[in-house]
């Protein structure tokens, strides 16, 4: 009899601790599948963007068909207009083509086909070539004009906020993207310059957009390094640096 007691003292003792070990395996579980979500969680959580850019990248570019052609949406339009300037650049720049030479030969090939396409329809009895009558829309000049306009005016208002001594951040920024862009004259021409330019747009926002969260962490990290250089660098020149007080307009 005593030995049956025993005997059912040792199962309860074993089944409350199989009950506890289960217990604190399914904790330990659930911990981790806790930590899975948080981590993931937190892995999901999108860091900042490029210049605290929050649209995308399509919408920057103005959503229509000039971004669907810098981010190759069409790659058969981006193509072509890629070799177009390619050849425009071929062209002008390695072969030394004169721009008012290739239009006046253009209209003088164009000119001569439609004259005796013209002439030689009337003698075999033929209808004549219907040319199109080409003319150039006044609302679309307006809208490039005004476009133009606004972007020009915009352009004078930031040089002369910097020229009056207010922000000297942007001061330095401006005679720093002026002396790269003197250097750049320097080596090569204005045509090279633009094709170069040109390219550039074709080729970094495609990439830029393939491999978007690498390149925002790593320019995160770079921005963050930079902004310590500079604050280095305020505080050890630019705050030494004796300036006027600064006059406030009453409006």
Not at 34 to 52: A, I
Not at 137 to 163: D, G
């Amino acid at each position: 009899m005593a030995d049956h007691e025993d005997h059912k003292k040792d199962d309860n003792f074993l089944d409350k601790l199989s009950g506890t070990i289960h217990g604190l395996a399914h904790d330990d579980s659930s911990d981790s599948d806790v930590d899975n979500k948080t981590g993931s969680s937190s892995s999901s959580v999108s860091f900042n963007r490029l210049f605290g850019r929050e649209k995308p990248l399509h919408k920057l570019f103005g959503g229509g068909k000039p971004a669907d052609v810098f981010l190759w949406r069409n790659k058969k339009i981006s193509a072509g207009v890629l070799g177009g300037a390619t050849a425009i650049w071929l062209l002008f720049d390695v072969l030394e083509y004169h721009l008012l030479t290739l239009v006046c030969h253009l209209l003088i090939f164009v000119l001569a086909a439609l004259f005796l396409w013209s002439n030689a329809s009337f003698f075999m009895n033929k209808s004549r070539p219907d040319i199109p009558k080409v003319q150039i829309p006044e609302e679309h000049v307006l809208h490039v004009a005004a476009a133009l306009r606004t972007e020009i005016n915009h352009a004078f208002s930031t040089l002369r906020s910097t020229a009056s001594g207010g922000d000297l951040k942007k001061f330095l920024g401006i005679i720093t993207g002026l002396w790269i862009l003197s250097i750049l004259g320097s080596c090569c021409s204005f045509l090279t310059l633009l094709y170069i330019t040109f390219v550039l747009l074709h080729t970094v926002p495609v990439l830029y957009e393939k491999y978007e969260d690498q390149v925002d962490a790593f320019g995160e990290k770079a921005l963050v390094e930079l902004k310590k250089q500079y604050d280095v660098f305020n505080a050890k020149v630019l705050s030494k640096i004796p300036r006027g007080p600064l006059k406030h307009k009453k409006v």
